[in-house]
């Protein structure tokens, strides 16, 4: 009996056995509660923390759905030392006696697939923008809508539908795409944009041509009846070499009701010597039968020729310089007609250095220096007549 009783205290008697069968049971209870208690901190701190949640940007979005945004903001400050305001100037935008500008802010907004239908808009707002407005817009606005067409590519073929860029000239409206702050004297004596249908075809990877008929010389709707053929080739012989040839011919207005057929032929040459240096050329004839005459009463058959050389070299990797030297000569005065106190035609140069300076990847400084010289005095100050005339400028050129 003393074997079998175990006395705890004098009140609670168990035998062994039911004391070693309690335990067996009391033991696994207690773990498993404590496994329990614990199991949801153990959860918590073991519980991987979730990602963010990444919001894309608008530029994200629209690259995503095959849109493309860009756009530029001009603004510079020029000085001349002859009135070019209300005198005589061979100037296209820069045309300030001693102001700050903002000359343009540009926006463009593209979706061009490779393969279907695409379009683009451009629009371009600021001072510029009333050189470049075409026939009927007589406003003056500093709203122009410079690009607006549709298009549609198959392989190798793409035409478009609207309003458009021309293909002539080495510099445009586009200022980022310009290594000069002013516009040389050709940049004015071709057209800016065409209304019509243009078809490009590549050829190969070295050839691209173009065809196309427009309205002619900026003009949103036909000023006369005519319309104007455009004929392109872009020739690629080689990598550093780009070779632009171009043709417009059709009727266009001359003045006293008059129309007459206008054709304009056109050379841009790019070369890269090395990458840092850059050379170009350019070539314009431009002929116009029945040209409205100043001199002489009736009409005449008027021409005027242009050549430009271009130098750009980056020679530090925020700094780089750009030249120009160029010249026109408006045989019969039908270009820039014969200014006052001239009567005979009149040729024109022009040398500009600018220096510019990267401050960012999408920010660039540019001083400039030009002198326009003519072989008849036609700059004036408001006293004195001069065969010449000096500018000085300072742009800033933001892109986004």
Do not use: C
């Not at 959860?43 to 949640?53: H, L």
């Not at 406003?139 to 073929?157: K, R």
């Amino acid at each position: 009996m003393a074997q079998e009783m175990l006395t705890v205290g004098s009140s609670f008697p168990f035998t062994l056995r039911e004391s070693i069968n309690m335990r067996k049971y009391i033991l696994p209870l207690a773990l498993a509660a404590s496994a329990t208690a614990s199991a949801p901190a153990m959860a918590q701190q073991a519980a991987p923390q979730a990602p963010a949640v990444a919001i894309p940007t608008l530029d994200k979005v629209l690259e995503a759905s095959g849109v493309a945004v860009s756009g530029y903001i001009d603004m510079a400050y020029q000085h001349a030392d002859r009135n070019i305001e209300t005198g005589f100037s061979p100037r296209v935008f820069d045309s300030q006696n001693n102001s700050f500008v903002l000359h343009q802010f540009g926006l463009q907004v593209a979706k061009q697939p490779k393969e279907g239908i695409g379009g683009l808009v451009n629009i371009t707002a600021g001072k510029d923008a009333q050189v470049i407005h075409s026939f009927p817009d007589p406003s003056g606005s500093m709203f122009d809508i410079t690009q607006a067409f549709m298009q549609y590519a198959s392989g190798p073929f793409t035409v478009m539908a609207g309003k458009f860029v021309t293909l002539q000239g080495s510099e445009v409206i586009w200022s980022p795409s310009n290594n000069n702050f002013s516009r040389s004297i050709l940049f004015g004596a071709i057209p800016f944009t065409h209304t019509g249908v243009r078809a490009s075809y590549a050829a190969t990877d070295t050839i691209t041509l173009y065809g196309g008929l427009n309205n002619g010389w900026d003009q949103l709707t036909d000023a006369n009846k005519g319309k104007t053929l455009e004929l392109g080739a872009t020739l690629t012989p080689i990598k550093p070499l780009s070779i632009t040839i171009s043709d417009y011919r059709g009727q266009e207005p001359t003045g006293f009701n008059q129309n007459g057929t206008r054709n304009s032929f056109n050379i841009v040459a790019t070369y890269t010597v090395i990458e840092p240096l850059t050379l170009g050329f350019e070539f314009l004839k431009v002929d116009q039968k029945n040209a409205a005459s100043v001199a002489t009463p009736g009409s005449i058959d008027a021409k005027y020729t242009g050549l430009a050389g271009y130098v750009s070299y980056m020679f530090m990797p925020k700094w780089r310089v750009a030249l120009r030297l160029e010249s026109l000569d408006d045989k019969d005065g039908f270009h820039f007609g014969f200014p006052a106190g001239t009567t005979s035609p009149t040729k024109y140069r022009e040398y500009t250095t600018t220096v510019g300076y990267l401050v960012a990847d999408n920010l660039e400084l540019r001083g400039e220096v030009r002198t326009d010289r003519a072989s008849q005095p036609v700059f004036t100050d408001g006293t004195n007549v001069s065969k010449g005339l000096t500018t000085f400028a300072v742009q800033a050129l933001y892109k986004f």
